[in-house]
């Protein structure tokens, strides 16, 4: 079973900077893709960025030239480095991997933008 955990989330103001990590528990290049997904109160989860085994990325409109996802095969581990937060950047943020047309996901960690 494959367990991802999630860490490096926290409070920072406006204009700053977060670097989210997600462990998985086996080898990330076996997965299909993994991305990161986030939800605001209110709201329905969303995209936020995803990296494929092939090394292709994708993000949504708002976050692009701000987040960079990228991965670590040997820590078996995916990053997502948030710059230029926003207040509208705050939210639950999820990490998910998909292997064998099974999602997985974390247990999410709180990014808060204060402005």
């Known amino acids: 079973q494959v367990q991802l955990v999630e860490s490096g989330g926290g409070l920072v103001q406006a204009g700053g900077s977060l670097r989210l990590s997600c462990a998985a528990s086996?080898?990330?290049?076996?997965?299909?893709?993994m991305g990161w997904y986030r939800q605001a109160p209110g709201k329905q989860r969303g995209l936020v960025a995803v990296?494929?085994?092939?090394?292709?990325?994708n993000y949504a409109d708002s976050v692009k030239g701000r987040f960079t996802i990228s991965r670590d095969n040997d820590k078996n581990t995916v990053y997502l480095q948030m710059n230029s937060l926003k207040s509208e950047d705050t939210a639950v943020y999820y990490c998910?991997?998909?292997?064998?047309?099974?999602?997985?996901w974390g247990q999410g960690t709180q990014v808060t933008v204060s402005s």
């Open positions: 990296i494929r085994r092939s090394g292709y990325t």
């Open positions: 998910n991997a998909n292997l064998n047309l099974n999602d997985y």
């Open positions: 086996g080898s990330i290049f076996s997965f299909n893709a």
